[in-house]
């Protein structure tokens, strides 16, 4: 059964800094791109970060870039999520969700087909 968890969310005060994990299980994600997704309450849920299978092509939504960085290590099958300087308008439940084939890194919904359950990342002093 294809299954994507996250996990590594929880709380932290501005300026933190946490390491989200996007773990999947029924298939191999080293022939995917990833994507991160985050929906704060009463949001539209938004694009932070996509990493191709490559490793090599990836993107970030201009509101963390220089902040976040995306990772994958396909050995252990699961996308990382290095988030720093983090700000209490990063407080959101993130998603991570796998991406269509020969789809490029955007951040479109419809590209993605497969999502996981959510973790939620709470920044606050």
């Known amino acids: 059964q294809l299954q994507l968890v996250e996990s590594g969310g929880g709380w932290v005060q501005p300026g933190g800094s946490l390491r989200l994990s996007c773990a999947a299980s029924?298939?191999?994600?080293?022939?995917?791109?990833i994507g991160w997704f985050r929906q704060a309450p009463g949001k539209e849920r938004e694009g932070v970060s996509c990493?191709?299978?490559?490793?090599?092509?990836?993107n970030y939504a201009d509101s963390v870039k220089g902040r976040f960085t995306i990772s994958r290590d396909n050995a252990k099958n699961t996308v990382y999520l290095q988030m720093n300087s983090l700000k209490p308008e990063d407080t959101a439940v993130y998603y991570c969700?796998?991406?269509?084939?020969?789809?490029?890194?955007?951040?479109?919904?419809?590209?993605?087909?497969?999502w996981g359950q959510g973790t939620q990342v709470t920044v606050s002093s």
């Open positions: 990493i191709r299978s490559s490793g090599t092509n990836t």
């Open positions: 969700a796998v991406l269509r084939r020969f789809r490029l890194c955007i951040f479109d919904r419809s590209e993605y087909n497969y």
């Open positions: 029924g298939f191999s994600l080293a022939y995917y791109g």
